[in-house]
């Protein structure tokens, strides 16, 4: 699903944030990113969906090379990838379903079929009640369930997130873990950074740590491994 082959990122302030990167990720495996701040792993990440070029190395996706793909395509690509954020990016004028069938509309669904999907994806989520609500009438956890809801409506392959449940307490952390559970347990990879300790801990999956822009460790089951 996923190929890094000697990814070298320098910011152009000179930060070097991904020094040689090497890794692979199949299809249908549940990633948690660790480590320090600063280390690298947003960087990492946002290599993935294109939000970041490396300078040098290849990085393939689904067998898409995403250093020779062109600018017009790119839109293509975050189709294909569903991406979740800390603060759950929802456009605060458009209610819970709006928020959602916006991610289809751009790509000339019918409105039969936007209907359906949004409703399907909204009930996987547990939000179907909510539809008409705005995201501040919304908790956290329920703006993150939208979020997530319209990360993957169009049935992305990949799901990357970075921190999904940084903003949220502990009991709805494990709530929107259980979704991202779900959506793995479908097929879909799942690609997280995360810092929340009691999570890689519990709910076990292939653990790659960050440091220096390097990958310090890669363990399938492993633990969190850093204090917090
Ligand atoms: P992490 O997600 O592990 O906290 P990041 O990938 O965000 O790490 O950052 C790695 C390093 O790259 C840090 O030193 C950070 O300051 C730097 N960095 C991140 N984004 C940028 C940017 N857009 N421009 C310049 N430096 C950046």
Redesign the pocket.
């Known amino acids: 699903m996923i190929v890094m082959k000697d990814v070298y990122k320098k910011?152009?302030?000179g930060?070097v944030?991904s020094n040689g990167i090497n890794i692979e990720i199949s299809r249908g495996e549940f990633v948690y990113v660790v480590?320090?701040?600063?280390?690298?792993?947003?960087?990492?990440i946002?290599m993935m969906y294109r939000e970041?070029t490396p300078t040098s190395g290849d990085i393939f996706i689904d067998g898409v090379n995403l250093a020779t793909l062109k600018r017009r395509k790119v839109p293509y690509l975050r189709r294909r990838i569903g991406v979740v954020f800390q603060d759950f990016k929802l456009l605060p004028k458009l209610n819970v379903y709006e928020n959602v069938a916006f991610a289809l509309e751009v790509i000339e669904e019918t409105p039969a079929r936007i209907r359906k999907k949004v409703t399907d994806v909204l009930e996987l989520v547990g939000l179907a009640q909510k539809a008409r609500m705005f995201p501040n009438e919304l908790s956290g956890g329920e703006q993150q369930r939208v979020a997530i809801a319209r990360s993957i409506v169009n049935v992305p392959q990949l799901v990357i997130a970075d921190e999904p449940t940084g903003n949220l307490d502990p009991e709805t952390s494990y709530e929107i873990m259980n979704i991202f559970e779900r959506i793995n347990a479908r097929g879909t990879t799942i690609v997280m950074?995360t810092h929340n300790k009691e999570i890689v801990n519990t709910m076990k999956h292939r653990v790659i740590a960050?440091e220096g822009?390097l990958i310090a460790r890669d363990e399938l089951g492993g633990a969190y491994g850093y204090e917090v």
């Open positions: 910011y152009s302030n930060v944030a480590g320090p701040s600063g280390a690298g792993k947003s960087t990492f946002k970041e950074a960050v822009g």
